[in-house]
């Protein structure tokens, strides 16, 4: 084995047709869209080289910016919603319902298995406002008040979302958390009790800081998931109403394949490609310190 | 520090074989892509084959090609059988960019729904300039002129390079017993649609049918104010860049759209009707006025769907506006989406095809669907509704034609107006809100 690892041509015949594949399929567009940022035009009218002109406009943009705001702040409200549901599960899980807890389970993580399109239009069904009035504000109006254009308002279009994405994503969450948190040996929560530590004493003291490093893992899972959301906006509110709920990679697609600007598309891209850069280094940094030290 | 220069000095020639890799990647691709500009002389050998590219929504186009292949086209089907292939519209736009990016469009097809999007495949080569080959063939005369005018003036062009398989006037139409209901008559100006308005609402009736969730039947209000207030060159000066859309005197028509939106005249949830909702309102007694083109009288003329009655529709012309430079003369027009011959695959059996289309096309699409274009008609049905015939009369007395409030605007202005159009009628955006947004868009 030791003589086959350092045989070149070996190392070369097994991985080389996986890197070539990961090159091709990978590098190549990465770089290639890069390349993309310092050009004008499409493949219809040609390109023209310039310079940094596609990132000037983008700061100076201000359909860009409000999709940069949408992308932060739908990121930072579902991250913490939906961490915050998951963990409140897991615990809930591993406490409250330890036996017989696998129905609740699999219950709450079944719309992580449905797809997007479904979710989206169940809940757009949920929310109807016209033609015909759904669920929700047929509830509204029985309670005495208007029926809410919910997709036709900025701040309700975003609830909506939020609404539905901590829905459809908390399961996913739960067990991802209660994998973490059941790891956490039974003899130190016994001692913990022991001690008289209950409730949410026990939780802050030592359940919250054992579990920290899945927990750390589930923020940065989820915040970079949120940070290039797509699916769920398309399908729900398509970026409206006007572009109020439209996140950076919906704008991106617009720009780059409905507006023909490859090159202000890839910009875009790399701008979403930073944030998530920048914001991935910012939460590893800010919990460098040893975790197992609470 | 050290550390970090020995750091800085091992990565600079990974930044800079990156970068240059980059640049080379990016520069191939576009001398790549740039050649596609197809042999587009009328002597090439036909293929065998007429390739029609056509929308999912748009039967009528794909069902006259059918009907002609079978009778006035039935020797251009020898040299060249049809075949079409329809995929959805919804996304048109992208489909034709990544086709002709690829060098893979159809032989014929639907245009691009964005005129800018035309104006850039006209400037690539990519389309056949047809008003030299209908001189030809010695069918020029087969294209309605109002309807070549209009098709030249979209693309800005000189000669035309799209064939007008529809042919449609827009306006108010409106439920002619809630108006009379309300004790009003059809208004002719701007003030007296929006004291009809309000009468209407007193009444608990909606006064206005609109699918903001589509957003260009709320923008195409906008519009034709402007055209009526300011004249039929109002947005070609902002095209232009002489005017701009957040002037005052262009802001006005967006506020006077948002002043119905925010009294409530398109309903309580304007912004979440789509079109087929829209339709379903207006044909079932909703609402009492419907901005709508006359693509719309299938639908009118369908007692299926219209439970109103189609001799309860009444057709109203987009009002004046007091002391405007426009005149209500000026019917809104447009050709629906037209149709282009590729130059890539231009050859003796698209020829053959262009003739018979330009020569029956007409007759087949009035009396098969009803649908009226562009193309002249030599044998029209013998029995019409009124409607249809109230259509052909109006596009035969107006005197000249404008286009819509997006006709001149980029693509990106055209999805940023009509993804923001639904805001004027549900009151959340203001019209200079509005404008600044499409301005911006519009660069």
Known sequence: ?294 | MTTATRHMGRLLPVVAIVGASAFVLAGCSGSADNGTTGDDSAAAKSDGEFSVLSQTQNTVIAGTLEALAGDQCETADETASLKVDSVDGTTWDQQLQVLAGNNALSDFGMAGGTPALMQEFIEAGLVVDLSAELDKLGVADRIVPAAESTIKALYGQDALYALPTELNIEGFWYNKQLLEDAGIEPPATWDELADAAATLQDAGVQPFVAAGKDGWPVTRLVGNYLFRSLGADALQKVADGEASLTDPEYVAAADAIAEFGSEGYFGDAAGSIDYNTAMNQFLTGDGAFFYMGSWALGNFNDSEQNKIGADNIGFLPFPAVEGGAGSADEVPANVGIPTMFTTSGWDEGSAQWLECIATGYGDTALNEFGQVTGFVVDNPPAEQSELTTTVQQVIADAPGSVLWFEAAFSPEATSVSQTNGGGLATGTLSGQEFMELVQAANG
Not at chain 1, 43 to 48: L, N, Q
Request: proline content about 5%; overall charge neutral; hydrophobic content about 55%.
């Open chain 1, 1 to 294: 084995m030791q003589r086959m690892l350092s045989d070149w041509r070996a190392i070369l015949v097994l991985l080389g047709p996986a890197f070539l594949v990961y090159t091709s399929v990978m590098l190549v567009p990465i770089f290639w869209s890069a390349g993309y940022t310092f050009f004008e035009g499409n493949a219809i009218r040609g390109f023209e080289f310039v310079g940094f002109a596609n990132f000037i406009e983008f700061f100076q943009d201000p359909t860009a910016m409000q999709a940069v705001g949408f992308t932060i702040r739908y990121a930072i409200v579902l991250t913490l919603l939906q961490v915050t549901a998951g963990y409140g599960l897991a615990l809930l899980y591993t406490f409250v319902l330890k036996r017989g807890g696998a129905l609740t389970r699999t219950l709450v993580f079944f719309p992580v298995i449905l797809p997007t399109v479904a979710v989206a239009l169940l809940f757009s069904r949920l929310f109807e406002a016209a033609p015909a009035t759904g669920p929700v504000n047929s509830l509204i109006i029985l309670l005495g008040g208007p029926n809410v254009d919910w997709f036709g308002q900025p701040d309700a279009s975003f609830w909506v979302i939020i609404l539905m994405d901590v829905w459809r994503s908390m399961g996913f969450y739960a067990v991802l958390l209660y994998a973490g948190i059941v790891e956490i040996p039974d003899e130190l929560i016994e001692s913990a009790r022991l001690d008289g530590a209950n409730g949410w004493r026990l939780v802050r003291s030592v359940v919250l800081p054992l579990s920290l490093p899945v927990l750390l893992s589930a923020l940065i899972f989820s915040i970079n998931g949120t940070l290039k959301v797509f699916d769920t906006v398309v399908a729900l509110t398509n970026g409206g109403p006007g572009t109020s709920t439209t996140p950076l990679t919906v704008y991106m697609f617009r720009t780059a394949f409905s507006f023909g600007q490859y090159g202000y598309g890839s910009t875009v891209a790399l701008m979403l490609t930073i944030l998530c850069l920048v914001v991935t280094v910012f939460i590893f940094r800010s919990t460098r310190r040893d975790l197992t030290k609470g």
